[in-house]
Structure formats: C-alpha cells, structure tokens
C-alpha cells in the first residue's frame, strides 16, 4: 500500500469509532503493541523529540526505502507513533521526503500537530521526512 | 465538607455570581464543561478586568505622564490611581515604592541587575531555596556570573518543606541577599517567611519575597513582614499577562541604579551625563503596559470586594479536600506535602507518564499542567521527570475537585486497560 492509501485506511477505521473514549484506548493499545526499541538504539544520538515525553527514531534504508524504528516514554505519544511508523516505515525515501500527512488531521488528532503540544508528533514527523530528504536527524525539545 | 454544614464563609453563598464573572468558566472543552485547575499558570479574568482594559482602548487611550491633553491626563490618572490601589493592597508606606514591570520573572532580573551591581562583590553570596523556580535561580547566574557572586540553595526535607536549621547555618557574613518564594509553584509549600525575614534582618541580610504564588491567595502586609523587595505577577491574581509589580523599601530604590533607560526615567540627559527621574519613575523606562497597569487595579478592586481572608480561609478548605481525596488514590504519590500547604497540588502516577495523564484530563474537559514547572533542580531533588499540577483559586468548587478525581480515576483505568 502507498502512504495514502495507508492514511485513507486509518481514517476510515478511526471514523468508526464513536467517541474519544475508544479513539485513544485504540492509540493507547497500538502503543503497547508497539515493540520497545532495544535499549541500544535508546540512546541521545536517535532523540528526535525530548520534552516531557521522549522519542527515539532509528531507521535504515534498504533497496530505496525507509524503514523506521520509534519509541516514546508516554503511552499515547507511543501510539501516535504507531500509526505515523504504520503509514510511513518500508515506504519509498523520495515519497516520505514528499509525503503530507493529511490523517491526523482528519482523525481529529490535530491539536498534535501544534508546535507546543509536548508529545513530538510533529518533531517527529519533520525529523522522519527530514532523514528522508536530507539524510540527517535534526533534534527538537521543548521548555515546559 | 460536608454538604449539611453550616458555611460562614460568603464565598460559598457567592459562588453561583463569581463563577458567572468569569466568563471563560462558561464552555466544553471536548464536550465536558470546563474545570479548570491550571491557576497556578495564570488566573482566569473577572469582567470588570476585561471591561477596564476594553473601556482604556475604547474612551481613553493615550499615552501616560508627558501629554497635556484630556485623554492623557484622563490615562495617567488611572495609570497611577492603579499603582496607589496596588500599595494599598499591599499595604506599601508609599506609592512610589510599586514599580511596575512585566511580572514577577521580570522583576527578580531587575533585581538581580540592580542589587547586583551597588551591592555585590566576588565571593559574596545570594540565598535561595531548592524549591525555587527558574526565574529566582537563572536571573542570579547570568548578573552574578559577571563579578564572582554565588549561589546557594537550602536544601528541603522529603515532605518539601523548608529546611530551617539549614536555612540558619548557611545565613552567614558572605550572604548579602535572601532571594525565596513565599508559595512553592510546584509543591505548594507555604514557606515561613516571617520566621525567614526575622532571622535574615538579625543579621542585616535583606530579603526579595517572591510573592507570584502567594498574591492571590493569602493578604499580604509588606510592612508587616518587614520585607525588602516583593515581587509578583499581575496575571496570576486575577488581572492582565504583561504587567507585575517590584515592590521595594523606598531606601533601596533611593540607593539603586537603573537597570534601563529610555524615556520617562530621566531628569535631565546631556549627551555628557543622565541625571534620573524621582520614584518610581527611575525604573520605568519607555512607555509601560498602561492597559494592564489600569486591568491589574481593577483586578485589585475585585479582589478587595471579596476580601483576601474570606479567599484564604475558602480555598484552604478547597485544597484540604483535593489534597485528602488525591490520597486515596493508590498509584498516586503526592509530590509535596508540607503542613503548611496552598494553592497547588503535585503527584505522579507510578507507571504512567505524566503527559498521557494530562492528555486524557483534557479529553475530560480538565485542565492541569504536566511537567517540571520550571523548576528542575527541584524535580532531581524528588528524582522525578515532572509531576501532573492541579492548581486552585477561588472560583474553583468542590464539586469540580470531585469531578477532576473522577476523571483521573477514570484516565488511569483507561491507561491501564
């Protein structure tokens, strides 16, 4: 599946649910399904977000597409992570590079996306396409 | 409290007509009503703040002090009228020793700007608390870094409170300034301060009381502690962001040289030599937040009508009932408990991050905050990351405090889940 085909599956599986309840029980448990990186790849080199929660993102490139590594300490930041690694990881370096993610929009999770939402969603998807683009993580961090 | 008791205090007869002052209060957040319990971040704004700011803007906007015309002699007056409300409220000798800055943060660097150069020499020492927030610890390094001045911190105890007897051992002949906060941000301690003033005034050592936390939730009596210098921000008592206040003994700021210059704090300039202007107007360089000055006296006003004891005695119960129901959560470890306790309370939930706490409050319609607070010395101290904060003031209710227990209940099992 391309990147949008995959962003048009969430957003029809999160149009589904009924109310914020079962939207964030469904981001927490992809949070927990998410395999914890190994403590390894933990390290200061691979945060792309530090604040109140934390993100590590490692990738590897194989064959001209990126596949994605990511882990957070805070649960929910964890499962959003889950579903920017399900729409992106294994996907061709030139189409992240290019990508726009409309879903998180559309699922209603875009108070995410505001620069001071402490989570690093938003680093984190900048830090990916950036990996993507340019073949460098850039760190971010917040103040609160 | 118990429903069935008889309540002396207005507050609770009030309550219905001061919540609707607040027109914020009044909305959902994701569907839920509002309870919001981030106060000790800033205060909601009554109307009658809201209408002062609107009706400066709208009647009478000009600038304050130099203008001979109607509208700016109308502005000054309120400007200052504003200031003298202020000392009353404080109960400073004078006006003039109310300088209005941009907050409490702006204040202590002023301080720390000012003090510093008259008063301060290599080796010399400035006394703060481990509990302080960044803006009483990061002021101090940059201006004290220049001439060698350094920086101890008292230690606190596990319930975190102050450490008296260290606090007396470390009062020595190097210290020249006491720098503490009156109310923990984060923990919520209510520090000893007429204990601390006495003992530092026995030895000469003056003392900056930053009041941010305190100013809105206990009367304070500049002349009655005895303090040297207070610093507080408008925006946490209820009136405008952008505008606070130093308060100083009219001695220091008499003896003090300007941390500014610019417009309104001058006598006379030559392009040899400035003389300055007279109190308070030496410290108020350039045209100041004359809206907010104007706001921050009708929040006073506000406050005076409800009256600051009234305010005390309501939300000690408030914080008895937040902090004794916070207890019977059995994850929760309360992060701060002293016996002398106000305004705010701090806890972790083990096994869970404090964001997704946070998070899922918000999806409830309840608003805290998460995180260091700005005081990171203090987070190593309790070896945690952060805390969550529910902060009161006195619009608060005792059904919200029920409702916020009940929604973080209710964010823990869905955390769990």
Redesign the interface.
């Known amino acids: 599946m391309t990147i949008n085909q995959r962003q048009d599956e969430l957003i029809v599986r999160f149009s589904k649910m009924e109310n914020w309840l079962e939207k964030y029980k469904c981001i927490i448990q992809m949070g927990k399904e998410l395999p914890a990186m190994d403590a390894g790849y933990r390290k200061d080199a691979n945060l792309i977000w530090s604040c109140q929660a934390m993100v590590w993102v490692h990738s590897e490139e194989k064959d001209g597409r990126l596949f994605i590594r990511a882990d957070s300490d805070a649960f929910i930041t964890k499962g959003l992570i889950a579903l920017v690694l399900y729409v992106l990881s294994g996907q061709p370096v030139t189409e992240i590079a290019a990508s726009s993610l409309y879903f998180i929009d559309e699922i209603n999770l875009k108070e995410h996306l505001t620069p001071n939402k402490s989570n690093g969603i938003l680093a984190m998807i900048n830090g990916i396409q950036t990996l993507a683009s340019e073949g460098r993580l850039v760190a971010a961090s917040c103040t609160i | 409290m118990n429903p069935n008791e008889i309540v002396c205090n207005s507050i609770y007869k009030d309550l219905f007509k001061i919540r609707s002052e607040f027109p914020v209060l009044h909305q959902k957040i994701?569907?839920a009503p509002l309870i919001y319990l981030d106060n000790a971040a800033t205060t909601q704004k009554p109307l009658s703040v809201i209408n002062a700011i609107a009706e400066y803007y709208q009647c009478y906007n000009s600038n304050i002090h130099r203008g001979v015309h109607h509208l700016s002699q109308k502005a000054t007056m309120a400007y200052e009228e504003s200031r003298v409300k202020i000392a009353r409220f404080i109960n400073a000798r004078h006006a003039h020793e109310i300088i209005f800055n941009k907050g409490s943060t702006d204040g202590i660097n002023m301080m720390a700007y000012c003090f510093n150069k008259k008063y301060l020499k290599k080796g010399d020492v400035v006394l703060i608390s481990a509990m302080e927030h960044h803006a009483n610890i990061v002021p101090w390094q940059i201006f004290g870094q220049e001439n060698g001045v350094e920086l101890h911190a008292v230690p606190i105890d596990s319930s975190g409170e102050l450490n008296m007897d260290a606090f007396r051992s470390m009062l020595d002949e190097k210290v020249k300034l006491v720098s503490i906060t009156y109310v923990s941000n984060t923990l919520g301690t209510v520090n000893p301060i007429k204990e601390i003033i006495k003992m530092a005034h026995r030895q000469q050592i003056p003392v900056l009381l930053d009041a941010a936390q305190a100013i809105a939730h206990t009367a304070i009596d500049v002349q009655e502690l005895d303090v040297d210098f207070m610093v507080f921000s408008g925006h946490k008592m209820y009136g405008p962001t952008g505008i606070g206040v130093l308060y100083s003994k009219e001695t220091w700021l008499e003896q003090m040289p300007p941390h500014q210059g610019g417009g309104d704090m001058i006598k006379e300039v030559s392009f040899e030599r400035t003389t300055y202007n007279r109190l308070p107007y030496k410290f108020e360089a350039g045209t100041p937040a004359i809206s907010s000055a104007i706001g921050l006296g009708a929040a006073v006003d506000y406050l005076g009508t409800i009256g600051m004891h009234e305010i005390a005695a309501y939300e000690h119960e408030l914080t008895g009932h937040l902090m004794t129901s916070l207890t019977e959560i059995e994850e929760l470890r309360l992060i701060g408990t002293a016996k002398d306790h106000a305004g705010a309370a701090s806890f972790v939930i083990s096994g869970?991050?404090?964001?997704?706490i946070g998070?899922?409050l918000n999806?409830q319609g309840i608003a805290v905050r998460?995180?260091?607070h700005c005081t990171q010395p203090l987070m190593k101290i309790f070896n945690i990351?952060?805390t969550v904060r529910a902060s009161l003031a006195l619009y608060n209710t005792h059904e919200e405090i029920e409702d916020f227990i009940s929604g973080l209940k209710n964010a823990i099992s869905?955390?769990k889940?």
Request: glycine share 16%; no cysteine.
């Open positions: 994701n569907g869970h991050h404090n964001s997704d998070e899922l999806q998460t995180g260091h990351k952060g869905i955390l889940s």
